[in-house]
């Protein structure tokens, strides 16, 4: 063990402010990162705007806790930082976020929140730019992301009647774990951007109502600190991006299954990562610090937040590498981010446990179709397979979900329950915890309403004669302009928001 720990003085550490010698602090430590500033995945730059500064605040959002301490060698852990010789960074505060916080202050209680749609309205007012930036963003011209949303307007429901829906339950089972809904928190990466608390507010609330929570590999959060908030049998899935390093995954997916993960959703839809342009604009207004500008690195204009630190997923990873997976845990293992019903079959075929049936949320390939438009089709390749229904194989959907109809459309249609992710981080983003609490309120709602205007007293009595799903492939639809919408609907808007 080493001894007591080096004392360094803040005067110390601002010495340390140039590319020759970079000393930073995080969370009350003095790390010289000289040598680590040319490997940085996210850039030497940035690290160069806190050189010889605290960078906790920069740190936080976008890494794991324990980042900085893995990556570094222990020799260039200095010491701790003396407490209180540390002049602070005095952050330059813009008009836009004195505005900001004043819309954050003045946002409506959650009472006049009534569906998942106004989260996002208040979020994007509210919200710091970068993380609204990170978290709207979708690829290219985010045709797929509003594709998402508007293929479930292509559905509609042939209601039953005279059903006795005096009670009505819309509880199941997803993986063989319980859930109190159709519904479970998919994953979402660098949960701080949003909230100071992170994904810990989805862990919270997902606990207190009975919904599962899927943990995101690249959450700021650390995993065992998800893990640790969860209640007594809370269950908890996990989505995983394979490192080049199979050791590294190895180790992250032993671990996940022994602290008691329920299920291994990996993401096959990014070996790359897509172009998300309202993030990428985040990185090209950051002029930086003199120091960087001294040093004439190029700024990578290419990179957000996102694309920034993806470079450790494997972009090789393949079919031949299932096997491995099978042999490593014994978790149920889902491939996140099937696009059509070939890989489906294939998936089925290869012994897996489910697919999500998913774009990544519109942020991978434009033009890729939505989850619900390919679960028409992979049911049905399923069933002449003789492979559907059958619940070792189970199917999920993701994207564009903003209401109870959406899911019980995906249900009806085969799916077992459907992620959803953004209404959840707006949510929270904009309200913390209750956001969330009061996000999952409105579904419950929202289910209750429409099971029983559909006639279906339970989730298996939702089946597929309860939809018209008979156009969901026609992506062209020659309606115009829904004038009597736009003229007559009351979206939600408050003066104070609009006049900032
Ligand atoms: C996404 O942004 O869509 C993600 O899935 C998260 C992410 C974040 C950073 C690198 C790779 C993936």
Redesign the pocket.
Known sequence: MAGPEVLISGEEVAKHNTRESCWIIVHGKVYDVTDFLPEHPGGMKIILKYAGKDATEEYDPIHPPDAITANLPPEKHLGAIDPGTVTQVVKEVTQEEVDRQRRHERKPPLDEILNLHDFEAIARAVMPEKGWA?YSSAADDEITHRENHLAYHRIWFRPRILRDVAKVDWSTTILGQKSSMPVYIT????GKLGHPDGELNLTRAAGKFGVIQMI???ASCSFDELVDAALEGQTQFMQL?VNKDRAITKRIVQHAEARGIKGLFI?VD?PQ??R?EK?MRMKFEDTGSAVQNETGEKVNKNEG??????SF?DPGLSWKDIPWFQSITKMPIILKGVQCWEDAVMAAEAGLQGVVLSN??G??LDFARSGIEILVEVVSALRERNLFPNPNFQIFVDGGVRRATDVLKAIALGATAVGVGRPFIYAYSAYGQEGVERCISILNDEFEMNMRLIGAPTIKDVVPAMVDASSIAVHVSNVPEDRLYHANYESMQRSELRNG
């Open positions: 990170y994953a979402t990466a660098l995101p590999t690249l991006y993401t990014a990562l897509g998300r993030d937040a996102a694309r920034a630190i993806s997923i990544h949320g942020r991978q």
